[in-house]
């Protein structure tokens, strides 16, 4: 009997012990599990809201291929058919080397300008083991313009008459730094703020007009000068596959008379491997370095510009 108790009460205590390692495994399993990150996905759709950049990176070896259209303002009429008779047009190729850093390059109608970007994600919003209640990107662009490459006779300023200068490739770049900063609040509201500073090398008046004085500082007072501005873009989901966005840029400082800031409104649909971006707009420029110091007319009735961007993504790398 007393064999039988014995054998019983060891019994007993081997499955105790069990019980309590098996509970012990499931509750550091618990936290274990409770302290994983999850990172928010999909703050916008797009790697852009509609002229400017969003916080989002396109995937490791997905290629983007993107074109953008901007049409002629609205007031032409029926005899421009509402501005669509005439437009600019950008080709744009995006590369995501990871899944934090893209690159790009494209090529603008407007001003004829050639465009290289590299985009890099810093912070990524995301709870759990790590609470980052923002995403982070850091975008760089240099933008030459090529139409400048063809003026060789400039206006003096002076009052000197006319003398025959060459704009060196220096003179015609400008650099782009922005920082983006965005949260998704929820599954249908998302808000970014860009502050950015255009280095601007470019000597216009105008888009058609420039004025040069190598003789006085090498450049005379038509040299533009840098920007400082504010933007601030948001997304509305409405249903599955449609989102409302909004975007807008603030100059700080003084702005020259004939300069406004740029302000859109769009619409997104998704379908499948595209995204339709349509907006309307009073920029007529698609890269930020005249999108935000070089937008002419206000957004009113008569300016207002429709145009779509069109983005077709293509797996080209490894993919796992």
Do not use: C, W
Not at 175 to 197: A, C, D
């Amino acid at each position: 009997m007393k064999k039988i108790l014995l054998v019983g009460v060891l019994f007993i205590a081997t499955a105790l012990k069990l019980f309590a390692q098996d509970s012990t495994d499931i509750m550091s399993k618990l936290e274990k599990d409770t302290k994983k990150t999850d990172y928010t996905t999909a703050t916008f759709k797009s790697s852009r809201v509609i002229n400017g950049h969003s916080v989002e990176n396109i995937g490791k070896g997905v290629l983007d291929v993107r074109i953008l259209h901007r049409f002629t303002p609205i007031s032409g009429g029926a005899y421009q058919l509402l501005g669509l008779d005439g437009a600019y047009m950008r080709l744009g190729f995006d590369y995501g080397i990871t899944n934090n850093i893209m690159v790009g390059i494209g090529h603008t109608t407007y001003a004829k300008t050639y465009d290289g970007l590299i985009k890099i994600k810093l912070l990524r919003q995301s709870t759990g083991a790590v609470n980052m209640p923002v995403t982070m990107s850091f975008l760089s662009t240099i933008n030459i313009r090529s139409d400048l490459a063809r003026y060789d006779t400039f206006r003096n300023v002076f009052g000197q008459g006319y003398r025959r200068v060459h704009p060196t490739f220096g003179d015609r770049t400008t650099f782009v730094e922005q920082l983006i900063i965005g949260r998704k609040f929820s599954n249908r509201f998302s808000l970014q703020f860009m502050p950015t500073y255009i280095i601007n090398h470019n000597k216009v008046d105008s888009v058609n007009k420039y004025t040069v004085d190598r003789d006085s500082l090498r450049y005379g007072p038509s040299k533009r000068k840098n920007t400082f501005a504010l933007g601030i873009a948001t997304r509305l989901k409405v249903s599955k596959r449609i989102s409302l966005t909004a975007e807008y840029y603030y100059q700080l400082g003084d702005q020259p008379y004939n300069v406004h800031n740029a302000l859109s409104f769009g619409i997104d649909i998704e379908t499948g491997g595209h995204v339709f971006q349509m907006h309307f707009t009073n920029a007529a420029a698609m890269t930020e370095s005249f999108v935000i110091p070089a937008t002419t007319d206000k957004f009113n009735g008569k300016n207002i510009r429709f145009g779509f961007n069109l983005s077709r993504v293509f797996n080209i790398g490894k993919h796992h």
